[in-house]
């Protein structure tokens, strides 16, 4: 199971830290994505991070802004967002799925196994 926490009401300029914790599991083997969802959008990958390696993957979009971490200790995978914008505000979730190291990391949402209930970040002007 994950859990996905940290989304608010910031303002634009701002940074906001999102966390995906595992509970009951480990995410060895497994890359932990994050991706967002806008009101009336597709859900959008943000990037992507494989656990074993600590390799990762962003968007082209988000590259620059958007920085994914790992404490392996609290087996958490961290979304760190800059200068957010309004265009940044959405309803944010992890996922987790199983990655080999022989495998490219997964970017469309149906390459994920397990989903997090998603936390709203909302931008404002």
């Known amino acids: 199971q994950l859990q996905a926490s940290g989304g608010g009401l910031v303002q634009a300029g701002d940074s906001l830290r999102l966390s995906c914790a595992a509970s009951?599991?480990?995410?060895?083997?497994?890359?932990v994505g994050w991706f967002r969802q806008a009101p009336g959008k597709g859900r959008e990958f943000v990037g992507a991070l494989r656990w074993n390696g600590g390799s990762t993957l962003y968007a082209d979009s988000m590259k620059g802004r958007f920085t994914i971490s790992r404490d392996n200790a609290k087996i958490t995978v961290y979304l760190e967002m800059n200068s957010l914008k309004p265009d940044d505000t959405a309803v944010y979730y992890c996922a987790a799925a199983r990655n080999p190291y022989y495998l490219s990391m997964p970017s469309s949402p149906r390459e994920y196994d397990y989903w997090g209930q998603g936390t709203l970040v909302t931008v404002s002007s």
């Open positions: 009951g599991r480990t995410f060895s083997g497994y890359a």
